[in-house]
């Protein structure tokens, strides 16, 4: 790893170098009204790195919202072409949080099998991260993740006095940084890591997260489930915009023409009404508390068992876009620690 | 393959196609037989492989422009291209395949799923315990049972349905009565206006006809309805059965089949790849299970 440094003004200038010379697309944090969202930059100058949260974490660009998985001629099994559409891009400014969750998802797209249509579109890209500089009211980040999304990026940068410290962790990362005016890093590790943590979580997770999986196996009958689930218009928000959330329904779309159809992946989860109904209309998960448990569950005890990391990356948004203002972890279980 | 599924020499090159995990396989359906009014006998045949199965596992069968959908295996495991699957018509998809004929096409993923660990049941008793189309999963192990009698000692199926009107492999079943080496039972739990003069009750009753078996020298294998499983395990457990002696094969919405959609979890389980079959002992703490 090497830590260097570069001006503000010369990363951006080096960034527009970047974006003209369209070897990657690149994307980066732009202002949409009061809020912020990853999008394709065609200047520089649209990128925002002092930002709270984005809409929508980065997973849009690895498993987008819609993505064809087949093409075929419809009633014609023969034609069945598998589809992996995908293009170099390099996402600048993601922050550790939503790192964590790209190092989760890689796990459950790569473990058992592989399902290149994700894999694929990860190895076509250059992750460029950064800390938060901006409070936002629902975060609690550094209550459940570690640093693990550094195993992920290929770029960090640290913002300090309007240069930011560059550290490259990936010889990917060497590489996409060559022709940048980086010049030898001249802030002690202190001032760095000072610099990281400058701007705290305005929340913060009632249990230590290691035994969070224990803790909700002993409060699978809890009120707390009903008390909030009752409240949950099962509108789908919470897990639409969660970095960790990667269910998905497989759906059918046919030209007018009747000459091609696909078979399309789009985003589901498992707080929607209909998630575990099966053929002759048995719903496993019936009752909104039921769906509302498992989401928890899954975030604190499920994924934690299967893949060793923490299910949640407490970046805030679920909290942020639930109507009923009931779908915030620490909320949940600051009730379960308030009515033991 | 034929004329008409719209195979191409070319589908199969590259590494898209070689990597990908939802690309289905042509299967061409070679036999329909209806056996209730809305379900029907089929079967299918690969074009160069075995499906290469085990009991109880199950496949993604595809119907472009319609979708997909997990439906159980019903034949033994076997060296030919074929397999069987009985498909009840509830939804687009099966509704899709129900309109086909012989010599129309489907696609194939699979299989997928933990199957009835038929080696572990060597010597012992087998009693299968199936209700409705469960009996379309169990008839995969029953048949291979069959094939392989002397590794098993006494074998007992039973199978409940709602109405004589449902009963499924009719003829099969009236081969299994006459066999004098497996002991069969059925009930209806109505008769309603069928000739009719066979057992009439839920399944549970049909346990006491089992008569005398040592539970620790048996296993037995449920399939059925989700509301079933409670009350069968509820006789077991009277009969003594231990619950590492219970298996059984549950049903979720198994939508990719590959363990990522989420579709079919249950508790830290996912149906798809962690069963369908599981061992009762395994799953009896799991709040989501039963």
């Not at chain 1, 790192?99 to 992750?127: C, H, P, Q, T, V």
């Not at chain 1, 509108?235 to 059918?252: H, I, K, M, Q, W």
Request: aromatic fraction near 10%.
């Amino acid at each position: 790893m090497e830590i260097l440094k570069i001006s503000k003004n010369d990363f951006y200038s080096f960034l527009d170098r970047k974006i003209a010379a369209k070897e990657s697309k690149t994307i980066g944090v732009v202002k949409k009204g009061s809020h912020y969202v990853f999008a394709q930059l065609d200047a520089a100058s649209d990128l925002c790195l002092d930002y709270d949260v984005t809409i929508l974490p980065p997973k849009k660009y690895f498993q987008p919202p819609k993505e064809v998985l087949l093409k075929y001629v419809p009633k014609k099994p023969g034609s069945y072409v598998a589809v992996n559409e995908c293009e170099p891009i390099t996402i600048v400014g993601i922050h550790y949080y939503d790192l964590a969750a790209i190092y989760l998802m890689d796990k459950a797209f790569s473990e058992g099998e592989r399902d290149e249509n994700y894999l694929k579109k990860r190895e076509n890209s250059l992750l460029i991260g950064m800390y938060p500089t901006k409070p936002q009211k629902n975060r609690f980040a550094r209550s459940v993740t570690k640093d693990q999304g550094r195993h992920v990026a290929d770029i960090m940068l640290t913002e300090i006095a309007g240069h930011l410290v560059v550290e490259i962790l990936t010889p990917k990362g060497q590489e996409y940084l060559k022709d940048a005016k980086t010049v030898k890093n001249d802030y002690s590790m202190k001032e760095i890591e000072d610099a990281r943590n400058n701007v705290k979580d305005d929340q913060k997770l009632p249990l230590a997260v290691e035994v969070v999986p224990q803790y909700l196996g002993n409060h699978y009958e809890h009120p707390v489930w009903e008390h909030f689930g009752e409240k949950c218009f099962s509108c789908g928000s919470c897990v639409l915009v969660c970095p960790t959330c990667y269910c998905f329904d497989a759906r059918e779309e046919i030209e007018l023409s009747l000459a091609e159809g696909k078979r399309v992946r789009v985003w589901d989860g498992c707080m929607l009404e209909d998630f575990a109904v099966v053929a002759d209309g048995h719903n496993f998960r019936k009752n909104k508390s039921s769906r509302f448990r498992h989401r928890i569950f899954r975030k604190g005890k499920h994924l934690p068992e299967k893949y060793g990391y923490f299910g949640c990356v407490g970046c805030g948004r679920c909290a942020n876009s639930c109507t009923a203002d009931i779908a915030g972890p620490v909320k949940v279980f600051n009730y379960m620690e308030e009515n033991k | 393959m034929c004329e008409n599924c719209g195979c191409t020499e070319t589908n199969q090159k590259d590494d898209v196609q070689k990597n990908s995990i939802y690309l289905p396989e042509v299967a061409k359906l070679t036999q329909k037989k209806k056996m209730t009014p809305f379900d029907s006998f089929f079967e299918f045949q690969l074009k160069d492989r075995p499906l290469g199965h085990l009991p109880g596992q199950f496949a993604e069968i595809s119907v472009p422009g319609i979708g997909e959908a997990p439906i159980s295996i019903s034949s033994a495991p076997s060296e030919a291209n074929t397999f069987e699957m009985v498909i009840r018509n509830v939804g687009s998809v099966t509704n899709a395949i129900h309109s086909m004929e012989p010599g129309e096409c489907v696609g194939v993923r699979g299989p997928f799923g933990t199957s009835f660990p038929m080696n572990n049941l060597k010597g012992k008793n087998l009693l299968f315990v199936t209700g409705g189309i469960g009996l379309v999963p169990a008839r995969s192990a029953i048949l291979y049972a069959m094939e392989h009698r002397k590794d098993y000692k006494d074998f007992f199926i039973l199978f409940g349905c709602k109405d004589p009107g449902q009963r499924l492999f009719t003829d099969e079943i009236e081969n299994w009565k006459k066999r004098d080496d497996v002991i069969f039972h059925e009930t209806v739990d109505r008769k309603e206006n069928f000739p009719w003069d066979g057992n009439v009750g839920v399944i549970t009753t049909l346990l006491p006809k089992v008569g005398k078996v040592d539970p620790k020298e048996t296993y037995a294998i449920i399939v059925g309805p989700p509301v079933m499983y409670k009350f069968v395990i509820m006789g077991l457990r009277d009969l003594e059965f231990p619950d590492d002696h219970i298996i059984v094969s549950l049903e979720r919405r198994m939508k990719c089949g590959v363990g990522k959609c989420g579709h079919c979890q249950m508790d830290n389980k996912y149906v798809c790849q962690d069963g369908p079959v599981f061992y009762y002992d395994d799953i009896k703490h799991l709040k989501e299970a039963i």
